[in-house]
């Protein structure tokens, strides 16, 4: 430690330009010291104050840079050493130096700043602002050769990838370019899992996404997965999943899966398909997944369900009611649910059997599965009455949407239950679903739906229970008057941020119930005469209209 003593002794009192034997012998001392005991060391660099002197040592390139790059890359290490590195200005001339060309002094360079950077979104941020991803980018393509310096660029681009402000600046380069280039070259799984690690981040920019897809990524992948696929080794799986978990990501993009789709005719899209039918799970789930992200247009859907895709998807359901793989359960429903939106491809899909299997994960007791179960259901109903009125008049199902109406812990599956309870009542207008959901106890649920903060929620709830009151007033009357129909509806009408269409449809309730003493009397009783009064004069014409209309028929029946 003596020697270390006069070693930082002799750092602090030279300068700049003094490459002379003793501040290199001083260098070896201190990197010595570091490899023997670094916190011990680090400690007394700090208290010695040598850091203030780094910055102009690094100012002017001799033998000794890379040995000052290397010292601070090993005192960083240690969190404590971070700060003061900053303080002392280090980065400014660190950066600068990424603009050398000679391979050590880039190397402890940018070790000196990872290390001083590690784990700080903030300094992460600075360095994004200096302009470093651009210097790294092309770093890595002048010295894709050292092993090394390639690494220090990947575990640099790893961490820089992950804020959100690097995203523009790595989109400005050819990073995708260079990356797959790297890949391909690439035989260790380790090396290969350095790559994933930093196009996973990067992968998520929409503009990226299409850069990696015409840099050829999505072949590279294709190739992992087909190489990987049989193989029942840990590297090989996690491969495996990393790929294809890689290329549904892809997938996201607008433009990048547009691209890949090429009209239904596209190598990777058929590909891609033929993962759903494997016996491997994380194929069957990237494949489903991979057809819910082709199904995002109208184009993309009919083309698949005219092409038989659905059975595809049908038959992975079938084989996983059993098994009950919840991933893939849940990614096919999504693909369902995605292909089931375009008015065509509803009656199909109800011909080939959809709602079927679907129902049978109705004993699911998995949110995620039963969200998009119940999502699909409603996709394929919505202006299908016979298959409305078929699934309505199903007593299991409408007890089963009951029971989760009432999942408070899972608002997504309660919602979806409300939504498609009055769904299968406004699409059917029939009089056996009405039964059928008053028998089951379901109209307390779509009341309460009524007073949703989701105005969307609220007018399908209004224009059920409008159907309800119109089609079965008596079998529903006792559910009116106990959750308290009318003084909703009066809340709905007094309250100045109500939409029009929830006035309107009110209104119609309102009339439409007038048919029953108890439910009359409890309008009488909230004086809703000169609520309805009031809004005769409202700035929509079709609420005023039918402010004026019921107004008639409550002092008709006064």
């Known amino acids: 430690m003596d020697n270390l003593s006069e070693a930082l002794k002799t750092l602090k009192l030279s300068s700049a330009d003094s490459a002379s034997d003793s501040v290199d012998g001083c260098l ?3 990197l010595k010291a570091l490899a023997h005991n670094n916190v011990e060391t680090s400690e007394k660099v700090r208290e010695m104050g040598v850091l203030a002197m780094m910055p102009a040592l690094l100012s002017v390139q001799n033998s000794c840079t890379p040995k000052v790059a290397n010292i ?40 000196a700043l990872g ?25 890595l393509g002048v010295h894709s050769q050292n092993t090394a310096l390639t690494e220090m660029c990947l575990i640099a681009f790893g961490n820089l990838a992950e804020l959100e402000s690097s995203k523009e600046q790595f989109a400005s380069t050819n990073i995708a370019e260079e990356l797959v280039r790297l890949f391909r070259k690439q035989v260790e799984h380790e090396k290969k899992e350095m790559i994933f690690e930093v196009l996973a981040p990067l992968a998520e920019n929409d503009v990226i996404k299409l850069q990696l897809v015409d840099a050829g990524l999505v072949e590279c992948l294709l190739e992992v997965v ?28 607008d433009e990048s899966m547009q691209k890949l789709f090429e009209g239904g005719k596209g190598s990777v899209f058929q590909r891609v398909l ?9 194929l069957q789930l990237a494949g489903a997944l991979a057809i819910a992200n082709f199904a995002r247009n109208d184009g993309n859907c009919i083309h698949m369900v005219d092409t038989g895709i ?6 992975l359901l079938d084989r996983h009611v059993e098994e009950g793989n919840v991933t893939v359960q849940h990614a096919a429903l999504s693909a369902l649910r995605n292909l089931a939106i375009p008015v065509v491809n509803k009656s199909k899909m109800l011909l080939a059997g959809v709602s079927d299997v679907v129902l049978k994960f109705l004993k699911s007791e998995m949110p995620p599965v039963q ?61 056996d679903v009405v039964r059928t959901v008053i028998q089951g106890e379901g109209v307390k649920h779509l009341i309460t739906m009524a007073t949703s903060e989701h105005m969307i929620m609220q007018n399908e709830a209004l224009v059920a229970l409008g159907l309800i009151a119109a089609l079965d007033l008596d079998c529903a009357e006792k559910d009116f008057v106990d959750s308290n129909l009318v003084q909703v509806l009066h809340k709905l009408l007094t309250e100045e941020h109500s939409a029009p269409e929830i006035k309107y449809n009110s209104m119609i309730i309102i009339c439409s119930i007038m048919g029953s003493e108890p439910l009359h009397k409890e309008v009488q009783s909230l004086a809703f005469i000169d609520v309805v009064s009031n809004l005769r004069s409202h700035e929509n014409k079709t609420v005023a209209h039918q402010a004026s209309l019921t107004e008639q028929r409550l002092t008709a029946q006064s």
């Open 28 to 30: 070896d001392c201190l």
């Open 72 to 111: 601070i890359a090993e005192v960083a290490k240690n969190e404590f050493m971070r700060s003061p590195c900053v303080e002392a200005g280090l980065i400014p001339p660190l950066v600068q130096l990424l603009n050398c060309k000679d391979q050590e002094i880039l190397l402890q360079t940018g070790r």
């Open 115 to 139: 290390n001083i950077c590690y784990d700080s979104h903030s300094l992460q941020a600075q360095l994004i602002s200096m302009g470093v991803i651009p210097t790294l980018v092309r770093l």
């Open 226 to 253: 087909a190489q990987t696929v049989d193989s029942d080794r840990e590297e090989d799986v996690a491969q495996l999943k990393t790929s294809s978990d890689l290329m549904v990501l892809l997938l996201l993009g």
């Open 274 to 282: 033929s993962w759903v039918p494997s016996n491997n799970h994380q």
């Open 310 to 315: 659905v059975q595809k998807l049908l038959e």
């Open 371 to 431: 969200f998009k179960l119940l999502g699909t259901l409603r996709m394929l109903i919505d202006t299908q009455a016979d298959a409305a009125e078929q699934l309505g008049t199903n007593p299991k199902l409408v007890k089963r949407l009951v029971e989760w109406c009432e999942a408070k812990d899972h608002a997504g599956v309660m919602g979806e239950s409300n939504r498609l309870l009055s769904a299968l009542i406004r699409h059917s207008k029939s009089k």
